[in-house]
């Protein structure tokens, strides 16, 4: 595969941590390489945050609530700025498609049409909230004025993961930001490119300094030292179950806010009278958008005995139609999985459903030696308790499980330590209803897969899927306190 650097110019793209408006090296001078998951070859080195850093980052994002220009400024005039940030978005949008794609391995098609629309949309959104976060008057003594407004939560600790690098980032940038908070965003060390994209672009809209601060690092590093940090009033986070567990942990030393968005292992019940077709077309792109890397991939697929074999055998034919390739290739449908180290974790999973008995009826191999392509692969034959039903693998598998009841088929849909996501595929109206109030997920989608909106909350309930809700109005309650303020009169 031919190099990227020869026809991308990244000479222009941002590599240094952004604290306070300027932008710096960390005080170690370390850097670390951001490579393309396609060709495996070092993009750009970027530097390296550390606590030292991130105590600067906070210190400078405590400043900016506090005084200067954020502090006295309108919603109106936050909800300008973040305009103004979505139009330099919109206007260099192939751009920062091209930065996303080859960071993250996605096919240009699909981050044109979904991951730069989303952000640009979640930002136009909340900067349209920016002057309409009221308060409320509420009565209680005639000789009191009693009213409730809602005030920025503080400085909010960002941390994101590379499976959508900059709509994670924006996710919670936007609201934060319309809200009259300050953030220190820490994105994902696979992928850090686009969110600093994203810092000079807020500094050209006018976004203060110190508004945004970015500092890319590792998990153990930056983020370990943001989620521990005395003077962050709320963490955002969004990825592994096992990191949300770290970082609640942490956050209970100082008692700091969490939002938690986690794993998945959403099912999807296609009852006998669904409208197969439609249900085996939008299961395979809810199974391998992003080849598999979405926290709301359709990853168990329970299907009512008497289309079983019409759909697997449809399931894994729209698989094997998949082009997978170079993500600047457009041809190109499927690009590689993110790392070296997550297509080992998914072929372990294969090896797993495999040894389990599971039957591997399209994929389950790696493709090439050079990059990190996984073939779409549909498992048939998958029991409840088996790895691959039961814990998220984050890569282009599915399982397909049977049923015969409804019962049945709700006990497997709930079978699991996860609460993200659900859909159903029936024409019995009765039954789609019934069955997104027996689901327990925090999205149900009846006769399609996947769509989200940014007016729309979205978030786990409980367990390995997390708490809290991102997005929506919910997002503004995230990013705000009510204050109260009793005001004696004489009556
Ligand atoms: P994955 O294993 O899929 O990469 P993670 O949860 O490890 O998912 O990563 C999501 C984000 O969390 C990344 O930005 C990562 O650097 C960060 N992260 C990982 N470990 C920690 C930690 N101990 N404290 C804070 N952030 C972390």
Not at 230 to 255: L, N, V, W
Not at 277 to 294: H, K, P
Request: with cysteine; charged share 20%.
């Amino acid at each position: 595969m031919s190099s990227v650097l020869d026809t991308v110019d990244l000479s222009r793209t941002p590599t240094r941590l952004l604290i306070g408006g300027e932008w710096c090296e960390s005080a170690s001078g370390k850097r670390f390489a951001t490579l393309n998951p396609a060709t495996e070859e070092v993009l750009l080195e970027v530097a390296e945050a550390g606590a030292a850093e991130v105590d600067a980052a906070v210190d400078a994002a405590q400043a900016a609530l506090r005084k200067g220009p954020w502090a006295t400024m309108t919603g109106a005039e936050r909800g300008r700025i973040l305009h103004r940030l979505a139009a330099l978005m919109r206007e260099r949008s192939e751009e920062l498609v091209l930065l996303e794609s080859i960071d993250a391995g996605k096919p240009l098609a699909a981050t044109r049409r979904m991951d730069l629309p989303a952000a640009i949309d979640c930002l136009e959104y909340y900067a349209g909230w920016a002057d309409k976060i009221t308060g409320e008057v509420v009565p209680t003594r005639r000789d009191a004025l009693t009213y409730i407004h809602r005030v920025p939560v503080g400085v909010v600790g960002a941390i994101v993961p590379w499976n959508f690098p900059l709509m994670n980032a924006v996710w919670k940038v936007a609201p934060a930001l319309a809200c009259g908070c300050t953030v220190v965003l820490k994105p994902a060390e696979l992928t850090p490119l686009s969110a600093l994209w994203l810092g000079r672009a807020a500094i050209e809209a006018g976004l203060p300094a110190g508004v945004l601060n970015i500092v890319p690092g590792f998990g153990a590093g930056a983020g370990a030292a943001l989620v521990s940090h005395p003077d962050i009033d709320k963490i955002a986070f969004t990825g592994s179950p096992q990191t949300g567990q770290f970082i609640m942990r942490a956050a209970a030393e100082h008692i700091t806010h969490i939002g938690l968005e986690l794993g998945g292992k959403s099912p999807c019940v296609v009852f006998a009278d669904a409208d197969l077709e439609a249900a085996i077309r939008q299961t395979s792109s809810g199974s391998f958008f992003n080849a598999g890397q979405v926290c709301s991939a359709a990853t168990r697929v329970i299907v009512e005995d008497s289309i079983h074999d019409a759909f697997v055998e449809g399931l894994a034919k729209r698989a094997k139609t998949l082009r997978l390739g170079n993500p600047l290739d457009s041809a190109t449908t499927m690009g590689p999985v993110i790392s070296q180290r997550q297509m080992e974790r998914i072929l372990g999973y294969i090896d797993a459903g495999r040894k389990e008995g599971a039957q591997a009826v399209c994929g389950g191999h790696r493709v090439g030696n050079a990059g990190y392509f996984i073939e779409p692969t549909v498992f048939a034959g998958v029991g409840k308790t088996m790895k691959i039903a039961q814990e998220e693998i984050f890569g282009p598998v599915v399982s397909v499980m049977r049923f015969s009841d409804e019962e049945q088929a709700l006990n497997l849909a709930n079978g699991t330590a996860y609460s993200l996501a659900a859909a159903v595929w029936t024409r019995n109206i009765d039954r789609g209803h019934r069955m997104s109030h027996q689901l327990n997920a925090g999205t149900v989608w009846v006769n399609t897969y996947g769509p989200t909106d940014t007016r729309l909350p979205w978030g786990g309930m409980g367990g390995q899927s997390g708490i809290g809700r991102d997005l929506g109005r919910a997002a503004i309650d995230n990013y705000t306190e009510q204050k109260t303020v009793w005001l004696q009169t004489r009556a």
